[in-house]
Structure formats: structure tokens, C-alpha cells
């Protein structure tokens, strides 16, 4: 089964400093893998999504990924962070199902607070 | 153009009685899955719809069900309630055809649903 983790509950970085949040994955195949944000009562947006091509993702408010095939690794960066990046960050990867279907599995999620 | 929409946005029940959670889809989305979120668990996905056929299940009790309706809304059904299915339930559309691995999944704003 595929899977991804997101070592890190909780990551805290300053106004105006590169931000990044963290996430390995496990996959038979090639991976097709997303990042979407969940803002306090909210669904999930998402931010960008890797499935074949250039290594570095770019995606909405950015942000961007970098795909590590060697690392397994899809971490989120963006360059200087705001306060209203705050929130919590899910990292998940295409799990395919039956009948040409397919779900998302998703990490735990890295709660991401930008500090004034 | 409308995004997906979720009714009830909170409801409250208590143990034994039954809920109905809808779900519309962005228009010309053919395709609704269904995904729990708490805070032990995280996110996890429990069914999807195509064509008003369910494609795919995850690993929930049969009191969990679920239906899509030849315009491509969705309900789903949660039967003799328990406490630990306090949960937001999130619903997501996606065209699900073609590349369908690839589409990215659409999410509402979900329906918290609160168990007494």
C-alpha cells in the first residue's frame, strides 16, 4: 500500500523566512503526489501536485516542491513565508483503487505557524 | 463557477440515531469521494462515485454508506451512531476520467458532524 509521513507535527518560522514542511512517501509505481492546506474551518485547498516532469513543482500562493526520487521525498517550500501561510499542510499520494478509481492517502499533516 | 457544497455544515446527533450528509459537486464532475478527518485518525478516505456507481471503499463499517444521484451529487449515510464517528466529513469532486490518478481533487468545506 502506498503510503506518506510528515515527521513533523508542528513547524514554526518567522515572517519573511524560506519555510519548508516535510514529507517522505512509499509507493509501488511512480508516485503521483499532492500538497493542499486546511485553513481552521475549512476543506482542503490544494497547492500543487507532482506527476511526472521537472523535478521542482511550482504551485498557488508560492509555493513550490521539490520531488527527490533517491530521497523519496516531496518537501513544500516557499521562499519567504507569511503570516497567513498559517495552517495545517497535508501531504498525500495516489493510492489506485479498483475500476480505474483512486483515493488519496494522506500524511498526518504538519501544522505550519509563521511568527510575526 | 461554484465550487463543491456541503450540507449541513455542523450538525449534532446523539448515539444510535442516523445522519445524511449531501454533497454537490462542481458542475461536469463526474466523480464524489467521501473522506473522514479526526484528530487521532487524520484523513481517511471512505468511499467514491462515478456515474452514480461506487468504485471504491475503505476500510469503514457497513453503517457507513453512501449514494450518487444521476446529477452527480452524493449523499452519504451514517447509520446507529457512535461517539468515535464525530468527525468533519469532507466531500471532493473530480472530472474521474481519463488521466484520473492525475485530476486534482476539488474539497468542500466539510460537515462536522458532533456525536453525543
Known amino acids: 500500500a502506498q503510503s506518506v509521513a510528515q515527521p513533523e507535527d508542528q513547524v514554526n518560522v518567522a515572517e519573511g523566512n524560506p519555510l519548508t514542511v516535510k514529507c517522505t512517501y512509499s509507493v509501488s509505481g511512480n508516485p503521483y503526489l499532492f500538497w493542499y492546506v486546511q485553513y481552521p474551518n475549512r476543506g482542503l485547498q490544494f497547492l500543487l501536485k507532482?506527476?511526472?516532469?521537472?523535478?521542482l513543482v511550482k504551485g498557488s500562493y508560492g509555493f513550490e516542491a521539490e520531488f527527490n526520487k533517491s530521497q523519496t521525498s516531496f518537501h513544500l517550500k516557499k521562499p519567504s513565508a507569511l503570516v497567513s501561510d498559517s495552517a495545517l499542510y497535508f501531504c498525500a499520494v495516489r493510492d489506485p483503487g479498483g475500476a480505474g478509481s483512486y483515493q488519496l492517502t494522506f500524511g498526518k499533516g504538519t501544522k505550519l505557524s509563521v511568527i510575526p | 463557477k461554484a465550487g463543491v457544497t456541503q450540507t449541513p455544515r455542523y450538525l449534532i446527533k446523539t448515539r444510535g440515531q442516523q445522519v445524511t450528509l449531501s454533497c454537490s459537486p462542481i458542475?461536469?464532475?463526474?466523480?464524489v469521494s467521501w473522506y473522514q478527518q479526526t484528530p487521532g485518525q487524520g484523513l481517511q478516505f471512505l468511499f467514491e462515485?462515478?456515474?452514480?456507481?461506487?468504485?471504491n471503499k475503505g476500510n469503514f463499517p457497513g453503517r457507513f454508506s453512501g449514494r450518487q444521484f444521476s446529477n452527480s451529487r452524493s449523499e452519504m449515510n451514517v447509520s446507529t451512531l457512535e461517539l468515535g464517528d464525530s468527525a468533519l466529513y469532507l466531500c471532493?469532486?473530480?472530472?474521474?476520467?481519463?488521466?484520473?490518478?492525475?485530476?486534482?481533487?476539488?474539497f468542500g468545506a466539510g460537515s462536522r458532524l458532533t456525536v453525543l
Open positions: 462515485y462515478f456515474s452514480e456507481t461506487q468504485r
Open positions: 471532493a469532486s473530480s472530472l474521474g476520467q481519463g488521466a484520473s490518478g492525475a485530476n486534482v481533487l476539488t
Open positions: 458542475s461536469g464532475h463526474r466523480s
Open positions: 507532482y506527476i511526472t516532469g521537472d523535478n
